[in-house]
């Protein structure tokens, strides 16, 4: 019952979450807007792409702006370019929406996550943050070790006004799971000496990451895959998280309910790389899933909020209490 008026209101929901609820107010706010102490402000980049900041340090996430390229192209480009092409970074829509970046951090090499950061950092001065294959990609665009932390997962780090514990993750089970298995070439390690232009296959995952991005005290998870580890979410307790969470999710057991539960259900679940890859008219299976994931926080974790990001619209979120 609960679970059909859910459904039912499904969009007043969400028409009515970016109004102050469960005292803590998300609303969409303008880009350069000042924040005050304790909010941060989260702008969907698409893909599994974030700007994070308290308005004083900006951190992206995954940006993959280039995505949003193929779509005004022909539509034999829906899938992006084959394997062997060449995958240059768009850098013209690039530059509309990235201006300044401090950081840059990568959940794992693929083009949808890796693609931007090179041209970004070294647009911006940012240093990436990621594994030996993301920095490997990046090296192949002149950005060098000063602005590349390499990491492996486990690592609490501390920056001053925010601080990043990495968390060993693992990759969507694509290919109905025999992702490891497939003959696709996008699992292994991108090496050193790569120079840019890159190819699409140079986009190998490289092992995969999720982040805790504690900022004026808040407590954000960033996952860039429909995957995890459950015993290194366990007892996490983020007040935001970004999921995770196109239909590839479905391939994991109990993907929504175990991921609640391990994190204490947070107060703001966000669903990321549920955007049907920046299609401006997404398939009705595409929507009918974003409903699904959607009802299955319900479920879940009835008393978290649920808000579905629009691209480039800016959300702030008010002070944790
Ligand atoms: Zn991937």
Redesign the pocket.
């Known amino acids: 019952m609960h679970r059909r008026l859910t459904s039912a209101i499904g969009g007043l929901l969400i028409a009515i979450v970016s109004m102050a609820a469960h005292g803590q107010p998300a609303k969409s706010a303008p880009a350069g807007a000042a924040l005050n102490t304790g909010e941060v402000r989260l702008t969907y980049l698409g893909n599994a792409g974030w700007e994070i900041t308290d308005g004083k340090k900006i951190i992206l996430v995954d940006p993959f702006l280039t995505q949003f390229a193929r779509w005004t192209n022909s539509a034999t480009q829906a899938d992006g370019p084959a394997p062997e092409a060449l995958y240059p970074a768009d850098t013209a829509l690039i530059s509309q929406h990235v201006t300044r970046a401090d950081y840059i951090v990568i959940t794992?090499g693929?083009s949808?996550?890796a693609l931007d950061a090179g041209y970004i950092s070294r647009k911006t001065g940012a240093t990436i943050i990621g594994h030996e294959t993301a920095a490997n990609l990046a090296r192949a665009y002149g950005v060098t070790d000063s602005s590349l932390i390499t990491v492996i997962g486990g690592e609490d780090y501390e920056f001053g006004d925010f601080s990043l514990r990495v968390i060993p993750n693992i990759?969507?089970a694509?290919d109905k799971k025999h992702y490891y298995n497939n003959t696709r070439g996008?699992v292994g390690t991108a090496p050193r000496g790569l120079k840019a232009p890159l190819r699409r296959k140079d986009y190998v995952?490289g092992g995969n990451l999720a982040y805790l991005l504690r900022i004026a005290g808040h407590e954000i998870l960033i996952m860039?895959?429909m995957n995890y580890i459950e015993r290194e979410m366990e007892g996490l307790r983020p007040d935001i998280a970004l999921v995770g969470a196109n239909s590839q999710r479905l391939e994991v057991h109990d993907f929504t309910g175990r991921l609640m539960r391990a994190l204490g259900k947070p107060a703001l679940v966000i669903p990321s790389h549920a955007d049907a890859y920046g299609d401006p008219k997404p398939s009705a299976a595409a929507l009918a899933d974003r409903k699904r994931f959607q009802q299955e926080v319900a479920t879940a974790a009835p008393s978290s909020r649920y808000l579905f990001p629009k691209w480039f619209e800016p959300i702030v979120v008010g002070a944790r209490k």
Do not use: P, Y
């Open positions: 794992h693929h949808d996550h990759h969507s694509l996008i995952e860039g895959s």
